[in-house]
């Protein structure tokens, strides 16, 4: 029993004597040696430690010079930082699980406050003189180890260094870059990683991102396998999207395998672009991958911040995936002009997938010195785009049983990533690929290229591009249209009414339209007369040819080309003494598919005479209100003081009325976009002030009003229903109603002075309408653009014609692309040009 108890004290003895308690060391000052600076906490850090930052002013004093330790308050304007001043080399941190916390700082004090980035600076005293030894600012001998929010510049041999190491994490630090993350004060090398395996380079978040810039290389890793390196700006500065070059490559990778740059997500995409040489360099590198990383763009994806060299260059290099999802753009130069250059006979079986590659300086992939294999590009026989199915076709010939990946191209480069086939074993390849919910389309002009990748994973350059043929199912598409003025500014697309007097006429005009994607000759008939009813057709609607007995009977042909239209005359009138309505239908078929079809409705009611003209009273002198009497005859009065006008048609009554004019007031505000534009005019009459036919009104307007209407008052707020505009002048506007009210002339607000509508649009409804004011006539076209800036219709308006005069604009838009199809659900733009300048435009959206 003795025995037994000696044996468990011998080994509690020698488990204490083994177990070292993990502590915090904390750096309370910016002092290069001594208690509570960054040096003597590196030299007693052990294994589990961690190393917090607790600097106060007071210990720390301030900085009033670039290389002075302290705080910094005289750069980066209002923000502060510590600023640690090294003289010698730090100690190596050789012990494992050893975290360096810099972030501690932001949470420990107040005192300095860096809102754009880490607040503890690492400064090696001389950027001329690089140390024998190597130097590094944090250098890494042990394992697990994690350094995060320190700023590190200044000319240290490496930021940060890892010998040796592995699953270290470096994270949140801007190395090579100032404290505010825009200005390069750069080291030799920013992180190099030296036979080390499985360690981290940013998280993929947001907090975990480093800034790695302004250095002589960027990241190197050499001898090194099976690390990462996510969610980087690599030669830009801390906002991603200006350039803070490294002078060598953003990503060196030096006899290494089985590294991860990027990981295919938004999070761990690197952006690596505006370094001075490639962006990504790998030499005698193996089994490595590159994915989902911005390659030549800023951190938006949509700008170019190019990278001098090549986006990636491979060289003596095997077994490596570039893909999926980089997007690798605008890199190169004269004699390094490529996206991809992979170099040497013993670069093989290296993979391109699913890449997106555009607008670099050469080719997007070159294969040199026989690498790859020698693989050639497939060869494109033929690709057709359905713009009615949005399905491509392609058919061509390649190496024998290799995947083809097929792209849209932009140049000579793969843009955009359409799927891919597998060629047979003669090496023929045929695909349909549906591409409907990928948002991209073709048009005439546009190309398609591929690449092939054989059996062994060599991946080709891209082949040359082939035009897109497009084709589309034959549409045929008749519509009308009626409207009672003579200009058309009135059509609507189903039914029109109008009210005569008896033994007087009603004068429609119709708009046929050809909306098919081909010629059609479109047949118009038409009810003819019945009763005591008159209904003649002419044709064109200016002449007094009568087509009358075509219409009525097996119909009047117009021969249109697609999207055009032509115009025709109805009239109706009726011989009854008693009070009558005609509802005439007109319909237009498509002689080439009597199935597709459209018709329009025609309601005329005819008054009777019931009272005979009386004659027009004495007006009594200076009368306020201006009333006049007007008899059953038509009659324009005048109050030359507001500058109001009323013209009064005869069939527009049927007795004696009597006209008040009044200037008023209204306290309710003017619609929404626009603003009232003239004084605000009451008309009433008795003892009636509605009537059966318009009745023409003028009222003054301000000089200059943006695209003049008129609004007129309801009970619940302004209204333009039923109100025609008939002209207007610089100071006064025209129009027809058939009612009496307060109306007021209303001009749109700068912001309000491009319209689309309706707004949803639904193009089964019906053409919607381009609204818009130029401030000078000139040649003007209207493109409408997809979300992806896919131009899917325009229109040129020559100078001084509707669409490219000064002043009111108002252009149809039939809701179709410019090869006859309805535009799909989704989100549009539309812009107005004039002499190559855009003078403004707007969303669109289509819901079907």
């Not at 392609?394 to 359409?418: H, M, P």
């Not at 004696?656 to 009044?662: D, G, K, L, M, Y």
């Amino acid at each position: 029993m003795k025995s037994k108890i000696i044996f468990f004290v011998f080994c509690l003895l020698m488990f204490f004597q083994s177990f070292s308690f993990a502590v915090t060391l904390t750096v309370t000052n910016c002092a290069d040696s001594g208690a509570g600076s960054l040096r003597q906490a590196l030299t007693d850090v052990t294994t589990g430690d961690a190393i917090e930052f607790n600097i106060t002013v007071a210990n720390a004093g301030y900085s009033t010079g670039e290389y002075g330790a302290g705080v910094v308050t005289n750069e980066a304007g209002s923000n502060k930082w510590f600023r640690i001043i090294v003289n010698s080399a730090l100690p190596t941190i050789s012990k494992n699980n050893v975290y360096i916390k810099g972030f501690s700082q932001i949470a420990n004090t107040n005192e300095a406050i860096n809102v754009l980035g880490p607040e503890v600076e690492i400064k090696w005293r001389d950027p001329s003189y690089y140390p024998n030894n190597y130097l590094g600012a944090i250098t890494i001998y042990g394992n697990n180890c994690t350094v995060e929010g320190l700023i590190i510049n200044n000319g240290f041999y490496s930021g940060i260094n890892i010998t040796l190491g592995g699953s270290n994490e470096v994270l949140g630090n801007y190395i090579g870059v100032d404290a505010t993350g825009t200005t390069a004060v750069g080291n030799e090398r920013g992180i190099r990683l030296d036979y080390s395996s499985s360690n981290k380079i940013g998280d993929g978040t947001a907090g975990g991102r480093n800034v790695i810039s302004g250095n002589g290389s960027g990241i190197n890793i050499t001898l090194g396998g099976s690390n990462e390196v996510l969610g980087n700006y690599i030669g830009l500065d801390a906002t991603g999207t200006t350039a803070v070059a490294n002078s060598y490559a953003g990503i060196y990778l030096d006899s290494s395998s089985n590294n991860k740059i990027g990981d295919g997500t938004a999070g761990g995409r690197n952006i690596i672009s505006g370094n001075s040489t490639s962006g990504i360099y790998v030499s005698s590198g193996g089994s490595n991958e590159v994915l989902g990383n911005y390659i030549g763009l800023d951190a938006t994806g949509t700008t170019a911040v190019a990278n001098s060299y090549y986006g990636i260059s491979l060289y003596s290099s095997s077994n490596n995936i570039i893909g999926a999802s980089n997007v690798i753009a605008y890199n190169g130069s004269l004699g390094f002009p490529d996206g991809i250059y992979i170099e040497a006979s013993d670069s093989i079986q290296n993979k391109i997938t699913q890449n997106s590659m555009y607008s670099n300086y050469g080719k997007g992939i070159t294969l040199a010195e026989s690498s790859n294999q020698e693989i050639v590009t497939p060869e494109i026989i033929s690709v057709t785009y359905s713009q009615t199915n949005e399905v491509l076709n392609i058919t061509g010939t390649a190496t024998s049983d290799a995947i083809v990946e097929i792209f849209k191209a932009s140049g000579n480069q793969g843009r955009y990533y359409l799927g891919s086939v597998e060629s047979n074993a003669l090496g023929s390849f045929e695909t349909t690929l549906d591409i409907s919910s990928s948002g991209i389309t073709f048009i005439t002009g546009e190309t398609v290229t591929t690449t092939q990748t054989d059996v062994s994973n060599n991946t080709s350059e891209f082949s040359n591009t082939k035009e897109v043929i497009i084709t589309s199912i034959t549409s045929y598409r008749p519509t009308l249209m009626i409207g009672t003025i003579e200009s058309g500014v009135d059509y609507g697309s189903s039914n029109k009414t109008s009210s005569v007097a008896s033994n007087e006429t009603a004068t429609y005009y119709i708009k046929v339209s050809n909306d098919g994607n081909a010629s059609d000759t479109i047949i118009v008939t038409g009810e003819g007369n019945s009763g005591s009813f008159n209904v003649k057709y002419y044709y064109p609607k200016t002449s007094n040819t009568e087509i009358t007995s075509q219409v009525t009977g097996e119909g009047y042909n117009l021969d249109l080309a697609a999207s055009t239209n032509d115009e025709l005359k109805m009239t109706v009138s009726c011989s009854s003494t008693s009070l009558s309505t005609k509802e005439i239908t007109v319909t237009a078929t498509s002689s080439k598919d009597a199935t597709k079809g459209d018709s329009i409705k025609a309601t005329t009611t005819f008054i009777p005479l019931t009272s005979e003209p009386t004659s027009e009273p004495e007006p009594e002198p200076e009368p306020t209100p201006t009333t006049e009497t007007t008899s059953h005859a038509t009659q324009e009065f005048s109050d030359s003081g507001l500058g109001v006008t009323v013209t009064v048609p005869a069939n527009a009554v049927t007795s004696s009325i009597e006209v008040a004019i009044t200037e008023t007031t209204s306290s309710a505000n003017p619609p929404t976009g626009f603003k009232i534009g003239g004084k605000i005019i009451s008309l009433t009459s008795t003892p009636t002030s509605e009537f059966l036919t318009p009745v023409t009104v003028t009222i003054p307007m301000d000089t200059g009003l943006f695209g003049p209407r008129v609004y007129y008052w309801v009970s619940d707020g302004w209204s333009t229903n039923g109100i025609t505009i008939v002209s207007y002048t610089t100071n006064s506007i025209t129009f027809t109603t058939t009612h009496f009210t307060p109306f007021a002339a209303m001009g749109i607000t700068a912001d309000n002075s491009f319209r689309f509508g309706p707004n949803p649009y639904n193009p089964n409804n019906g053409s919607a309408r381009i609204w818009y004011w130029l401030s000078s006539s000139a040649d003007t076209t209207i493109y409408i653009m997809n979300m992806n800036g896919v131009l899917v219709w325009k229109s040129t308006y020559l100078s001084g014609t509707n669409g490219g005069q000064a002043g009111e604009n108002n252009v149809e838009f039939n809701g179709k692309n410019s090869w006859g199809d309805v535009l799909g659900n989704g989100a549009y733009l539309f812009k107005v040009v004039q002499g190559g300048r855009v003078v403004g435009g707007g969303k669109i959206a289509v819901i079907r």
